[in-house]
């Protein structure tokens, strides 16, 4: 490959090889860019090229050597009458049943009030982040053009990174361009083989399930927030291992001499909006030499009087500020810069040897786009306004006083919204929340459920309010068993209209009942 790229460039062709650590040893390739700038003869005349330097470098299709046999080729007339028509077949066939419109705000169509956007501090909106990001997209223009290992690193990465573990109070931080996927290029450096051993709450959400799945190592999911199961499946993991042959790792594969046990869990679970009880998790972490990662997508800038997340919150809590200032507390803290942060991708922080081995390791740093610089810097500018510690003091407080109150307004069992649904959640400070239906309000099954719930979204849709249905992949088995409501509680909404919204619902179910 390395000489087909030097033939290619001594005919004015500029390409990549691709080879190894980013391929097997044996699968180096060349990758090619083409551009819509290109006119069809460039096209045709760089594809002559290559099918020619191919030939001349013994790696085309048709010939393993130098001087292939062409007089004993098929002409091309009949190869082509050999080639057999390609039907495109619709992607959905024609008598699927339709499927739910898909609504897309705008800010001509934005309702006036606003229940399911994960915007927990209001800074999603910021006139700040847009006016600095159209600076950038002046300087820098609009994507990266390429992996940062490439040449899609920009001094704009490598701030929000520095920002980013100042932040956090970690020694380092690696920025991702995908929320949904950061976790699966955290997990997969760490735990690698066979003999690996990754323990995880069985409700963390399906992008996390995504990653462990992809992972060799063994898996055992633990009953949700039961500490007592998960320190029965270390005991479990220990005896196993103290028991097992010397040799084991090295017989069944490249292992290293002692496996690596990981931890994994969410701050507050986006399929419950439970927190997890983050003290006990870090003692048995300790007591059984488990590195933990936990996911603080929807933790962070929720908890803490700061809006730091989990650590933050139970330091503050029990006292014990080592969650804090240890950082081998918490190894791994996994973010998203996609909810209260109003910018796009995800991150991760920890010490700087493992934030550098995702530098080596994480796919979606090796091989996906990084994150455009003008979302690098709107991700900064909602870290000026976290650091602003009165600013951000006030917008958590703020935040804990509308979730206490929207709560309490549910739970009201003097309400017409008590009447039909149900509150979720085993924490009284966690601003997400899901209301379901009670038992036997609706006669029939969950499908007949769903209906009801889309009308009384639709219905306040149309009166002026988001309120959305929360919706989970079919394959995501720990997603409630009953569709519900979710409600997404931020400092900026204005706590009068809660008690106009949830009489609303309950007036919208009651119509959707009776049809």
Request: with cysteine; net charge negative; glycine share 6%.
């Amino acid at each position: 490959m390395s000489t087909f790229s030097r033939e290619c460039l001594r005919h004015g062709l500029a390409t990549v090889v691709v080879g190894y650590p980013a391929t097997s040893i044996l699968g180096m390739r060349v990758r090619l860019c083409i551009s819509a700038g290109f006119t069809d003869a460039e096209v045709e005349d760089v594809a002559t090229n290559l099918i020619e330097i191919g030939r001349r470098v013994s790696i085309d299709y048709n010939s393993g050597h130098p001087h292939s046999n062409e007089e004993n080729e098929a002409p091309r007339d009949e190869q082509q009458a050999q080639i057999v028509p390609f039907e495109n077949e619709p992607i959905v066939a024609d008598d699927a049943p339709a499927e739910r419109e898909i609504r897309v705000l705008s800010p001509e169509k934005m309702p006036h009030t606003i229940m399911s956007a994960f915007d927990y501090l209001g800074l999603a909106n910021s006139n700040r982040a847009v006016e600095a990001s159209v600076d950038v997209v002046t300087s820098y223009g609009v994507g990266s053009c390429g992996p940062r290992g490439f040449y899609g690193t920009t001094d704009k990465h490598m701030l929000l990174e520095s920002r980013l573990a100042k932040f956090m109070h970690s020694e380092a931080a690696i920025i991702y361009s995908y929320g949904a996927l950061t976790i699966t290029s955290v997990l997969g450096p760490y735990v690698t083989e066979p003999t690996d051993v990754i323990i995880y709450d069985e409700d963390v959400s399906m992008a996390a399930k995504i990653g462990i799945n992809m992972i060799k190592a063994r898996k055992y999911p633990f009953p949700h927030n039961n500490m007592k199961a998960l320190e029965a499946i270390m005991q479990t993991v220990q005896k196993e291992e103290a028991t097992r042959p010397k040799d084991w790792g090295k017989v069944i594969s490249f292992a290293p001499k002692y496996p690596r046990h990981l931890l994994f869990t969410e701050g507050i679970f986006i399929n419950s909006g439970d927190v997890a009880p983050l003290p006990e998790i870090v003692a048995l972490k300790k007591k059984y030499g488990f590195m933990l990662c936990v996911d603080e997508t929807h933790s962070l800038c929720t908890l803490g009087s700061t809006g730091l997340g989990i650590r933050q919150y139970y330091a503050e809590k029990t006292g014990d500020m080592s969650l804090m200032e240890d950082q081998r507390s918490v190894d791994l803290i996994v973010g998203s810069l996609e909810t209260a942060m109003g910018s796009i991708g995800g991150f991760c922080c920890g010490t700087r040897l493992m934030v550098q081995h995702q530098v080596l390791n994480g796919v979606g740093y090796v091989y996906s786009a990084s994150t455009p610089p003008y979302l690098c810097e709107a991700a900064c500018v909602a870290i000026d306004a976290l650091e602003d510690e009165n600013d951000v003091r006030s917008r958590v407080e703020k935040l804990r006083k509308n979730t206490h109150l929207l709560r309490n307004e549910c739970r009201d069992c003097n309400s017409e919204f008590f009447k039909y649904f149900d509150i979720s959640g085993n924490n009284e400070d966690s601003p997400l929340m899901f209301a379901s239906l009670r038992s036997g309000i609706v006669k029939g099954g969950v499908a007949d459920e769903l209906r009801v719930l889309e009308k009384v979204e639709d219905e306040c849709f149309n009166n002026d309010m988001a309120v959305c249905v929360a919706r989970f992949a079919e394959a995501d088995q720990s997603a409630p068993k009953h569709p519900c409501l979710r409600f997404a509680v931020s400092s900026a909404q204005n706590p009068d209209t809660y008690s106009t919204v949830l009489d609303s619902i309950a007036r919208f179910t009651a119509a959707a009942l009776k049809q």
